[in-house]
């Protein structure tokens, strides 16, 4: 697991995995297509469960509940692309807290 933040951090873990710059690990993911992702979390069905930000660069990450076991990931990167992850929500739940504990990204409002 990665706690540094970077700008060439979006190079992934392959396998549509997160890109390295977020400090968490997912076991599964599979990346969504931007139209997708942002129809998605877009809905008046998809929650918004927390948003963070990396201090030391300019990446954002915003977790959306979507449905009973299924959650999406947007990462923003420092070009203001949007990526898109689809990951089981139990997964999730155990990599939260990795993402609080990390000292270089903090909650947003």
Aim: charged residues 30%; aromatic residues 6%.
């Amino acid at each position: 697991m990665s706690t540094q933040c970077s700008r060439d951090g979006a190079a992934g873990r392959g396998d549509g995995g997160l890109p390295d710059a977020v400090p968490v690990s997912l076991e599964r993911t599979t990346r969504l297509s931007w139209e997708l992702g942002e129809r998605v979390t877009r809905t008046g069905e998809a929650a918004l469960r927390g948003r963070w930000q990396c201090v030391t660069a300019p990446w954002e990450l915003a977790v959306f509940d979507v449905a009973d076991h299924t959650a999406v990931v947007r990462v923003r990167t420092p070009v203001g692309r949007e990526l898109f992850y689809e990951t089981e929500a139990g997964g999730l739940e155990s990599a939260l807290p990795a993402l609080a504990e990390a000292p270089d990204w903090e909650p947003r409002d």
